[in-house]
């Protein structure tokens, strides 16, 4: 085999694959329910009425739906997401306060490039989003994990590392939250302690990366106010939204709202990295905003996942051997659980495969690969039966493990 090691870069080398992405190959196997993607229910999508614009799009305004378009988004789109914004949050952006972006992924890839050098400080919960290790990774950032609660980060947690940091003469970059419904674990930061950890960041004169996709898929409770309402536009925050969880993850299409200094490096940067979002993508998403049914399909899908969890909840109270806790989100598209500690679950994940049913792994989650005793399981893509009959085969592979 040709030996490439000494041409790649040490960021190449830096980034280790994507657990789930790799498990994401192996669940495509037939007979297995898999609860480890983070997929969205794909008989949901609004795939007649997409086609449908898409034909009208491309056809009528060929010249915006399938010409190169500006880095910053188009502008059509960009005024439709100002008045989604408005309308969903009662926050006002002006344009250049707001980026489109080919989906949170890339956000998360710009704000490294923005901020980090090697060996920066980031902040993140533990656990995390798996995604946004690997893209701090990449920039060779020291992620530093902090204790999280069923209410999310700690805010004493978070005052302790970045006075520690302090004293070591660092600067924190980023404190990476994903405030609603958090990937991996489903719970969601109260407004009070959104309050206190916004106030630390200032006090440590560090900046807050909210990450929200999951937060209009909330099934009860009332919504928490946003760190970038909270912050009132002094810019301490930057927060990230994406249609990949409210429409399709297929089009890639998220948007990133800051103070526009930040935004306008984060434009300059993505030119590099891929030009423009798609303008197709674009075009789809403004004419699909404009027909006004956005709120209306949230609201059903919203109903159908929290039937799916409901139903993975009652599974787990009836199948799960003693010993065994479960997180009980109140949105999104995911729970958490955490095992006896001598339970390792990635290799039990062999013993799940053998019995047809996939998960991930806590411990991709963590930045210190700790949790090795816990798992995520997605609720949104499976269907009601194989919910109940996954959760069967799982405590079966539990049982079997111990
Ligand atoms: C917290 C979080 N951020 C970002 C992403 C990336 O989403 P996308 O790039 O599809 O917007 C995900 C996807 O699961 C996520 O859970």
Avoid at 112 to 137: E, I, R, S
Avoid at 197 to 217: F, G
């Amino acid at each position: 085999m040709k030996d490439f090691s000494h041409l790649f870069s040490n960021v190449s080398k830096n980034v280790c694959a994507s657990e789930i992405r790799e498990l994401l190959k192996i669940i495509g196997q037939k007979g297995m329910i898999s609860f480890a993607g983070g997929l969205p229910a794909p008989d949901l999508f609004p795939a007649e009425e997409l086609g449908e614009i898409a034909k009208k799009a491309i056809t009528q305004n060929p010249n915006k739906a399938l010409q190169y378009g500006s880095t910053e988004g188009s502008n059509d789109l960009r005024k439709e997401l100002i008045k989604l914004i408005k309308q969903e949050e009662n926050i006002d952006v002006s344009l250049d306060e707001l980026l489109v972006i080919s989906a949170s992924q890339q956000g998360l890839d710009l704000a490294g490039k923005a901020f980090v050098n090697p060996g920066d400080a980031v902040l993140v919960g533990m656990p995390t989003y798996l995604g946004a290790l690997q893209a701090f990774d990449t920039y060779a950032a020291d992620i530093i994990g902090v204790e999280s609660d069923d209410f999310g980060m700690k805010p004493e947690a978070i005052e302790q590392k970045l006075a520690e940091l302090k004293e070591q003469g660092r600067q924190c970059k980023l404190i990476y939250i994903v405030p609603d419904f958090q990937n991996p674990t489903g719970t969601t930061v109260p407004t009070q302690r959104r309050i206190k950890i916004l106030d630390i960041a200032k006090k440590y004169n560090t900046i807050i990366l909210e990450d929200s996709p999951y937060r209009k898929v909330r099934f009860s409770g009332e919504p928490q106010e946003t760190f970038y309402s909270l912050d009132k536009g002094q810019g301490n925050v930057i927060t990230m939204f994406t249609f990949s969880k409210t429409l399709v993850p297929g089009f890639r299409l998220g948007y990133v709202i800051g103070n526009k200094e930040i935004i306008r490096k984060f434009v300059i940067l993505k030119q590099a990295m891929d030009l423009c979002t798609s303008p197709t993508c674009q075009a789809l998403a403004e004419a699909y905003l404009k027909t006004g049914k956005l709120e209306e399909h949230v609201k059903h899908m919203t109903k159908v996942y929290s039937a799916k969890r409901d139903a993975m909840l009652k599974a787990l109270e009836t199948y799960m051997p003693e010993g065994i806790t479960w997180t009980k989100p109140e949105g999104g598209l995911f729970l958490f659980v955490v095992l006896p500690e001598h339970i390792d679950t990635a290799k039990m994940l062999h013993t799940a495969i053998k019995h047809n049913v996939a998960y991930v792994s806590g411990s991709a989650f963590y930045p210190d690969k700790s949790g090795k005793n816990t798992m995520r399981l997605n609720f949104s893509y499976s269907s009601f039966e194989d919910i109940d009959e996954g959760m069967k085969r799982l405590a079966q592979a539990i049982k079997e493990y111990k």
